[in-house]
């Protein structure tokens, strides 16, 4: 079943088209990984999700229903949650208060401050730091318990990996995977396509504002992703350009 879905999404930013057409879809209890390089529109497209950007009507559906011009908070309470890219943690709150915040809506589920602790010990020994003072790879997740706090049926990771060594980067993927395990729906906005193909079930590669590639990720190969990302004309001249 169709828990998230796109239908011919438009986005501009004033007169500037970022968004071509775009259908997309996530079932329940799956992962999907959204990849392109810079300025593809992979963060309009989570923005026009979460209602950072009112999208036009009739093309945004949550379980079927639209969910086209309703606020990020009405969003948040319908079951979607986001961890943006940076993080964006209150700097003036501790590591326990930033997490407390994304509880605010009151839904129910199995996350609160005991099972995201139990997901990364950390955080409770830090649990009356100041968020910031925190490694960057801890800062990040206090972002990923704050959105679960909120026990969303729909994860938004942008950019998890963004600035972070390989060692921690493992470790924030390992509990996402967890994470996974208990049947959360999420979608996965990354640059490492290793990684995206790892983590998820399907994958869309956006190009200029528009769907390039779509498929099973064990399935989708390198050359077609490399295709995917740059266009097809690229693609050739990067080819003839090797030895």
């Not at 986005?11 to 879809?25: K, S």
């Not at 490694?135 to 318990?145: F, H, L, N, R």
């Not at 994958?203 to 399935?219: A, F, K, M």
Request: hydrophobic share 45%; net charge positive; glycine share 10%.
């Amino acid at each position: 079943m169709k828990l998230l879905e796109t239908r011919k999404l438009t986005a501009f930013y004033g007169d500037f088209q970022a968004l071509f057409g775009i259908d997309f879809h996530v079932d329940e209890g799956e992962i999907v990984a959204v990849i392109g390089a810079n300025g593809a529109g992979k963060s309009t497209l989570l923005k026009s999700i979460t209602g950072l950007l009112v999208p036009p009507a009739q093309t945004l559906y949550l379980d079927g229903k639209p969910i086209a011009g309703l606020t990020p908070a009405k969003i948040v309470h319908r079951g979607v949650a986001m961890v943006p890219e940076g993080r964006r943690l209150f700097a003036s709150l501790s590591v326990e208060e930033n997490l407390l915040m994304g509880a605010y809506g009151g839904r129910r589920g199995i996350w609160n401050f005991e099972s995201v602790a139990k997901l990364f010990p950390i955080l409770k020994e830090r649990r009356k730091s100041p968020a910031t003072a925190l490694s960057g790879g801890q800062q990040q997740m206090v972002a990923i318990g704050r959105a679960l706090m909120s026990n969303p049926r729909l994860l938004i990771c942008d950019e998890l990996s963004l600035g972070l060594a390989p060692i921690v980067i493992k470790e924030i993927y390992d509990a996402l995977k967890t994470v996974a395990a208990t049947g959360l729906t999420a979608i996965i906005v990354e640059q490492d396509t290793s990684t995206a193909k790892e983590m998820s079930n399907r994958l869309y590669c956006l190009q200029e504002g528009r769907v390039s590639l779509t498929g099973i990720s064990r399935q989708v190969g390198h050359e077609q992703i490399t295709a995917a990302y740059f266009g097809l004309q690229a693609n050739a001249l990067l080819q003839q350009a090797q030895p």
